[in-house]
């Protein structure tokens, strides 16, 4: 990988060898100690010729950014090159001009698909056969398909309490999904242990460098999709965090390679029930380390990926708000009856986190706004109720009907 310079520690700037699989820094106990993949710009410049023009197919357009060996052949269902669109409708509905890019229309219904696919094509070139993760949602489900895909075994460990729903994909993909018993944290300690006793390839989001490094891709095409009309603000929602970093880290590098002459400002929203890295950014003293919100995709107590995602917040010159579970249904609700963009709650987080926006005074209604939508609505069919309403029963008659619609 001679366009991959070194593994950064984001703590103590201590080096590491990009070709060995080196999780987190040894110099701290913690988990804090995460490394940063720096790139050697010159030769990803001298390999990237492909055109700015908006068609985008897959994310292996962007090959010469990803972290991944010359001779890999990528483990791919063709994530990314999701489209962007206007979205009249929902600008009226809040009051700014909104584009929304629909990243849930990835192959397992979820925006990780782009660092997946990054992650068990490492693991496949290196040889690997097994890959695990601790998830309760969406990364095992990803996970798991690219790892049918990839012909490897994956096993998952979740806590014993998941709901039914969210194990079912993982499950038709042919994953172990191993349900601990305990909570989210001992599962995640578990597959941490396990890695170090069987040596199985570890997609644990947090602590795997290359992880977010697939996640840039959203930026990339953000930035392609938006050349000559970049937005004032780009809208994640934040759970560990790396996905607003992978965005902005994204686009940063078109920006900074001069494909595009400006970048967003970045706006990260979290539920009030899981709200620490906007406590870290604002410098709230932190109390809380249990999440608490129905959006279970960014339900994360104890982000590990805090202090990347305030660094997309700071040098975008971005902020962060926090949304209630109640704002966070109706702009699921909103986006789907104004635009047809079916989210899940954490997707449609980045919508009730605009409308907080424009009442705080953050966004100015004269602003442009991009939404990334990071999960799709199907996978969470429970909350969409608690989102909509149920159905309205009527007998099977003509007069019924009637009755409703007739002048
Ligand atoms: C994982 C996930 C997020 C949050 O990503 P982080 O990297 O944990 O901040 C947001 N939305 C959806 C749908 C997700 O699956
Ligand atoms: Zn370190």
Redesign the pocket.
Known sequence: MEHVRTLECTLCGETYDPEQLVYTCSNHPSVQGILEVQYDYDVVRERFDEPLDGNIRDQWKYRAFLPVEEDAEPVTLQEGGTDLYDAPRLSDELGVEMRVKDDGRNPTG???DRATSVSVTKATHAGRDVVTCAST???AASLAGYAARGGLDCRIFVPGDAPEGKLAQPLVYGADVLAVRGSYDEAYDLSMEVTEEFGWYNRN?AINPFQVEGKRTVGHELAEQTRGDVPDWLVF????????YGGWKGFREFRDLGFVDEAPKMLGVQAEGARAIHDAYHEHDSTDDVANTLAD??A?GRPR?TLKAVKALNESGGTSVVVSDDEILRGEKTLGSAEGIYA?P??AAPIAGIRKALSEGIIDEDESVLAVV??YGLKDAKSAVEASGSATEIAAELDEVKQRYSP
């Open positions: 979820v925006l990780k949602g969406n990364a989001a929602s934040m759970g560990d965090g790396c996905t607003i995709s960014i994360v990926n899940e954490a997707g990071t999960g």
